[in-house]
């Protein structure tokens, strides 16, 4: 399979080489090729077949390029009294001279490459590419060179740097001669390769200085010349620059991606928590529902409309919805209503709840993990620096979970239901007196936040695989963000949300995610103590007069 992997890669240079060759000229005037030369491959010797390839890629062109075409194909073969030859159908050529020779089919044996020396062959055929008029040829030739610099011919690849015209090009080009050049004897060429290197956007290349800057075991500089250690050392100190950068943004885009994801997890809770003062520990079932919900969507559009998978997740939205909000709305009428007022009564039974929750969803999707594929425009990332790529799905999580706050308020400041739901938050007697439905707003408030719970796990399904265990790793979480926030306020779940985040991914490099964790409860622990009723303070039922 490997094998043929490669096989699959090479072809794209073979029509190309084919055509090239016919306009290709000798960059330098090497010595022809002879039979000596190509005997290594026939052999059993890693090191001689690489040098017999290398020698390959310093070779005339005319002469190199359908032996490297014949080793991509498999059609190189040895025989024996005469050496390399190359099968052409029916034909038999001598691979030095072309000419046909007299050798008999079952006598061939082909040489074996591995994936090493099939990479090096690939190399060796691009740089005779270097200076084909078609610049795609060329952009193929350079990549492909990029990837293994090493197996690149200098010569060929400094004649090419000096006749290329395309900027964009001639610097890929650049940096391909210059890992070369950092041995060259000349203190000039081992300069401008460093200054080439310092320029490069890639850090491995970069790398590539460190021996400049190192000691021997005696303490002496392994590079004698003081300038070239000091522009490998402001080359280094720039890639630590750019590193720490790195680590800096990641951490602060980790930090918002773990606050979107508790924001969407806290945020029902924060709602129902703060109307009906339950503490809820079914909560994180929600979120499994909702994953759970995004799952059978996903196989229904695998099953019946593949066509559309892509875009199987805007069913599932307001599926998992739906789903978690069902639930939620049946416990509140079934359990929660009966025992408004006792807190401890209503944590034991909620924490029941949350069992059966998971043995249902075990027998019936099992006890192993689901996987939630992403659709296409999702997956991926794009490098926002060198050494950072920034996830699709993650990005889109954040956004997600920023939208669903946006509705969420609108839903309570715009709507006669949250018209409801706030005044029976801030005086539930008195809402009643005036004729609100306190037990209808109860109902239909907790449904809500068990639909936005939901809405949750469909965003968690999207970067982890989905078990009936799902809620469970974010109800402590989900608690610690109200508190820290302020019961039943919004803009304290999205602060807290996000500044734990933040706090957490900060700390884990540091001492590690347990004691992150830890670290980050103590200092909540300690902020309550000075402030209860949390960053943003509501006038609730708890403090009605």
């Known amino acids: 399979m490997l094998r043929t992997a490669f096989q699959s890669a090479a072809s794209r240079l073979r029509a190309a080489l084919a055509a090239a060759l016919l306009l290709a000229v000798p960059l330098l005037h090497a010595a022809p090729l002879t039979q000596d030369d190509l005997k290594p491959l026939a052999g059993d010797d890693f090191d001689a077949k690489s040098a017999a390839i290398a020698a390959l890629a310093k070779a005339p062109a005319a ?4 032996i490297l075409k014949a080793l991509q194909d ?5 025989a024996p009294g005469t050496g390399m030859v190359i099968q052409d159908g029916d034909k038999i050529l001598d691979a030095v001279s072309g000419k046909p020779v007299a050798v008999k089919a079952d006598e061939l044996e082909a040489p074996t490459l591995n994936n090493s020396l099939r990479s090096q062959v690939d190399s060796a055929a691009s740089s005779l590419l270097l200076q084909s008029p078609d610049i795609a040829v060329r952009t193929q030739a350079i990549n492909t060179l990029l990837d293994q610099p090493d197996s690149a011919s200098r010569e060929t690849v400094e004649a090419a740097r000096k006749a290329e015209a395309d900027p964009a090009l001639r610097a890929k ?6 890992g070369a050049a950092l041995s060259d004897p000349d203190r000039n060429a081992r300069l401008e390769a460093i200054r080439i290197l310092g320029r490069d956007d890639n850090p491995q290349n970069r790398l590539k200085l460190k021996p400049f800057v190192e000691r021997d075991a005696a303490g ?4 004698p010349d003081a300038e070239l250690r000091v522009a490998a050392q402001q080359v280094l100190d720039g890639l630590r620059t750019e590193q720490r950068r790195a680590e800096l943004i990641g951490n602060l885009f980790a930090g918002l ?4 994801v508790l924001l969407l997890a806290a945020l029902g809770l924060a709602i129902t928590y703060g109307l009906i003062g339950v503490i809820n520990m079914a909560h994180g079932e929600f979120l499994m529902i909702g994953a759970y919900a995004t799952y059978s969507v996903q196989s229904v559009f695998r099953a019946h409309f593949p066509g559309a998978f892509e875009w199987y997740l805007l069913a599932a939205l307001p599926a998992a919805f739906l789903a978690s909000a069902l639930v939620g709305f049946v416990l509140e009428r079934l359990v929660l209503r009966h025992l408004y007022g006792r807190p ?12 059966l929750l998971m043995q249902a969803v075990r027998t019936v999707f099992g006890a192993q993990n689901v996987e939630v594929a992403n659709p296409a425009w999702m997956s991926g990332g794009f490098a926002l620096l060198p050494a950072l790529v920034i996830p699709y799905n993650r990005v889109v999580i954040i956004v997600f979970a920023l939208a669903v706050v946006a509705v969420a308020w609108g839903v309570l400041n715009r709507t006669r239901l949250g018209l409801f739901v706030r005044a029976t938050t801030q005086n539930r007697t008195m809402a009643a007196c005036v004729g609100v439905r306190t037990w209808k707003v109860d109902s239909y408030a907790f449904a809500f936040g068990a639909g936005i719970a939901g809405l949750g796990g469909c965003a968690l399904s999207q970067i982890g695989n989905v078990g009936p265990d799902l809620g469970q790793a974010y109800i402590i979480d989900s608690f610690m963000v109200v508190v820290l ?3 039943g306020q919004l803009a304290g779940t999205i602060v807290g949300a996000f500044g734990l985040g933040l706090v957490n991914k900060f700390i884990e ?18 902020f309550i103590q000075k402030r209860p009723q949390g960053l943003f303070a509501l006038k609730g039922r708890s403090a009605e007069a």
């Open 173 to 178: 080009l650049d940096v391909i001669w210059a």
């Open 509 to 526: 490099p540091f001492y590690g995610a347990v004691l992150a964790k830890i670290f980050v409860l103590v200092l909540i622990v300690l």
């Open 63 to 66: 002469q190199a390029g359908p």
């Open 74 to 78: 498999d059609s190189l073969q040895y």
């Open 485 to 487: 926030g302020g019961v």
């Open 344 to 355: 401890l009564e209503t944590l034991l039974a909620t924490f029941g709840v949350s069992l």
């Open 220 to 223: 002496r500089y392994r590079e």
């Open 257 to 260: 991606s773990l606050g979107s």
